[in-house]
């Protein structure tokens, strides 16, 4: 069966950067099972899955645009100290849940000087070239209650 929208897909992955640094693996864990063609993948990785079967297996490289996008210099925003409650002493590259415009987004601290703080909102991973080695474990087709929620059920399947 190939991979085609709303088939679900179940994949062992390991995602290096550039570097060959592993950045996310499921190896030693689940394999990573998603309704294709809803967006719960990144777009690149998608587009580079439709039409494989089980059993296939490829290396793709992602640009950042088809990843977690480009970094935008316009998502940095600097806070007084003092707005940041309750998470203990602040360090660079921590991560915190901040409520904007967006809904939740995570931001990361990228400097901190004197009472101010600077907060990155871009995504950790953007501006990254992605590499990923993709085993496919199984391809079905989804339920219908799957196809109407847009996510999996049962093991291995995102809760969001």
Same mark, same amino acid.
């Given at each position: 069966?190939?991979?085609?929208?709303?088939?679900?897909?179940?994949?062992?992955?390991?995602?290096?950067?550039?570097?060959?640094?592993?950045? +996310? !693996? &499921?190896?030693?864990?689940? #394999?990573?099972?998603?309704?294709? @063609? $809803? *967006?719960? =993948?990144?777009? /690149?990785?998608?587009?580079?899955?439709?039409?494989?079967?089980?059993?296939?297996?490829?290396?793709?490289?992602?640009?950042?645009?088809?990843?977690?996008?480009?970094?935008? +210099? !316009? &998502?940095?925003?600097?806070? #007084?100290?003092?707005?940041?409650? @309750? $998470? *203990?002493? =602040?360090?660079? /590259?921590?991560?915190?849940?901040?409520?904007?415009?967006?809904?939740?987004?995570?931001?990361?601290?990228?400097?901190?000087?004197?009472?101010?703080?600077?907060?990155?909102?871009?995504?950790?991973?953007?501006?990254?070239?992605?590499?990923?080695?993709?085993?496919?474990?199984?391809?079905?087709?989804?339920?219908?209650?799957?196809?109407?929620?847009?996510?999996?059920?049962?093991?291995?399947?995102?809760?969001?």
């Amino acid at each position: 069966m190939q991979i085609s929208t709303g088939k679900v897909v179940s994949i062992d992955y390991t995602l290096t950067d550039d570097k060959k640094q592993v950045l +996310d !693996s &499921s190896d030693g864990g689940d #394999p990573l099972t998603y309704l294709h @063609g $809803v *967006g719960q =993948l990144i777009s /690149g990785l998608e587009k580079e899955l439709d039409g494989k079967s089980a059993g296939d297996s490829l290396q793709v490289t992602i640009k950042p645009e088809d990843g977690y996008g480009v970094r935008d +210099d !316009s &998502s940095l925003m600097v806070v #007084p100290k003092k707005s940041i409650q @309750g $998470v *203990g002493e =602040l360090k660079i /590259g921590m991560q915190l849940h901040a409520s904007g415009g967006h809904g939740r987004q995570v931001v990361t601290i990228t400097k901190i000087e004197g009472d101010e703080v600077t907060l990155d909102a871009n995504h950790p991973l953007a501006g990254a070239t992605l590499h990923f080695d993709v085993t496919i474990r199984d391809v079905r087709d989804a339920t219908e209650e799957e196809v109407a929620h847009g996510h999996v059920h049962g093991p291995g399947g995102h809760h969001h």
